[in-house]
């Protein structure tokens, strides 16, 4: 397999991704340097059913920006809790410790974006605390190698 061209227009449906739930909730890497040969980060979109949470991590390399679409979430951002809602939108800064929890009674769902990206998408994401699915797959979304 070749690697993807760099800036290559793409269109990728939300539906055509399998869900990522190895760090908890449904994540879905849509737009990234393996997708459509991004240079400048990532994007994705996720839900959180009642009760599921994505696991506290943080990335060294990148800001990571959420816009929630539709019901609520909590991030716990260093530890303190903010909420979330439908219409709310929050910038992550570089090496901030966050979690994020299904706080409402009815399926959260958000997009987000990471930038820059990493040198090496393995040095992106940092995991401080036990994964929900310890066998899963981690998202894809460094380049496809040759």
Same mark, same amino acid.
Do not use: W
């Given at each position: ?45 996720? &839900?959180?059913?009642?009760?599921? !949470? ?35 939108? !929050? ?11 299904? &706080?409402?009674?009815?399926?959260? !769902? ?37």
């Amino acid at each position: 397999m070749t690697s993807t061209p760099v800036g290559e227009p793409r269109k990728v449906a939300f539906a055509d991704v399998p869900p990522n739930r190895r760090r908890g909730g449904d994540l879905r890497v849509l737009l990234s340097p393996r997708t459509c040969g991004a240079t400048a980060g990532f994007l994705g979109a996720g &839900s959180l059913m009642p009760g599921e !949470f994505v696991s506290e991590h943080y990335h060294p390399y990148s800001e990571e920006y959420f816009y929630i679409v539709s019901g609520r979430m909590t991030l716990h951002l260093e530890g303190e809790p903010i909420v979330l809602s439908a219409g709310d939108s !929050f910038m992550i800064p570089k090496g901030l410790r966050h979690r994020m929890d299904n &706080s409402g009674e009815e399926e959260m !769902f958000a997009v987000f974006f990471l930038g820059p990206l990493a040198p090496r998408p393995e040095l992106g994401h940092v995991d401080t605390e036990e994964l929900p699915v310890a066998d899963g797959e981690l998202p894809q979304v460094g380049a496809v190698t040759s």
